[in-house]
């Protein structure tokens, strides 16, 4: 009894003296709790809807204002031409547009049936298909409710819903996951195997010997973070050819402006593994950090399953430093919208970002384990 005390006190001593053991014991399970459990949120809210009203009557005012009262949409602004609803959709600045025709007021007040239109961004199909379902049941309320006022019970509604899904017409959710598949894929790849890679130097013994060495820690790190950059760059290339043959996913966009975009992303993703190389003793522990860095925010908190508008606000916060989510605007934007970098240049800015600060952070700490 006495030595099994003591085996159990001298093993208690080591997990306190490990912090990082100790850290992974203890408040990563309730991190992750506290993270997803308020993340994971299968209701979709607050859908950022724009307007163009083309009749400007009481009646189009009270439509639009069931719409925007009805808790599910949030008003995005008014549009004009047919050029600025393009634009709205493809920046991402609304997910859905209402079109009110001319004469809308006069045919309802007339009883002729009328038609309003909703188009809906369908690069997310499960979001767009909640949309579809949502604006059609305010439609017939508000139909019913002019009905009703005007005393009169038709069979054909006042009001029907013309609802066109623009970039997944056929609301197929395989070019909604694809590109979440692709950035999932990529990170994972990146992060743990240049993780692992600085790290099995160090359990080898090796990485006295490269510091005595008149290597710089500059080419040491691109030296190892080349190889894994072209392998990771190829990974995703041919998730990409593989999901246009088996899925039919489309590429209506530029290569270019693709691989640039996967690019950037990846080296984000190599010099987050090299900061977690520069922080984890063995592979093990660079192993935990790699996965539980890149997996679950990729997976949960960059928009790829879960729409980062229905997080609470300070979840939303913490979606800001998971390049997953500005990639994911860049590869949909590329691929399923076929618009030029101007739609997402904050993305790619984010990304960049993103990029030089891990990347110095990581340089930083290798710098002074070098001395």
Known sequence: MRALISVARKELQQIVRDWRTLLTVLFVPAAILLIYGYALN?????????????????????????????????????????????????????????????????????????????????DNANTATTVMGYAQAIVAESSARFESELGVERVVPPIALESRVWYNPELRSTLFLVPGLIAFIAMITAVISTALSIVREKERGTMEQVRMSPLRPAAFVAGKALPYLGLSFLS????????????????????????????????????????????ADTQQVAFQVAVLSSFLPTFILSGFVFPIANMPAPIQVITHIVPARYFLVALRSVVLKGVGAEAFAG?????????????????????????
């Open 236 to 279: 995703a290339l041919l998730v990409i050819f593989a999901a246009m043959g088996l899925f039919g996913l489309p590429m209506r966009g530029s290569w270019v402006l693709l691989c640039v975009s996967i690019g950037i992303f990846l080296v984000g993703a190599l010099a987050q593994g090299l900061l977690i190389s520069t922080i």
């Open 347 to 371: 993305d790619l800015v984010a990304l960049i970002l993103f990029a030089t600060v891990v990347m110095g952070l990581a340089s930083t700490r290798l710098a002074r384990e070098w001395r």
């Open 42 to 122: 299968f209701d979709v809210r607050d859908i950022r809807i724009a307007v163009r009203d083309q009749d400007g009557s009481r009646a189009s005012r009270d439509l639009v204002s069931a719409f925007v009262n009805s808790g599910y949409f949030q008003f995005a602004g008014s549009v004009q031409s047919d050029g600025d609803l393009e634009r709205l959709i493809d920046r991402g600045d609304a997910r859905a547009i209402l079109v009110v025709p001319p004469g809308f007021e006069r045919h309802v007040v007339n009883r002729r049936p009328t038609t309003v239109q909703v188009i809906i961004d369908g």
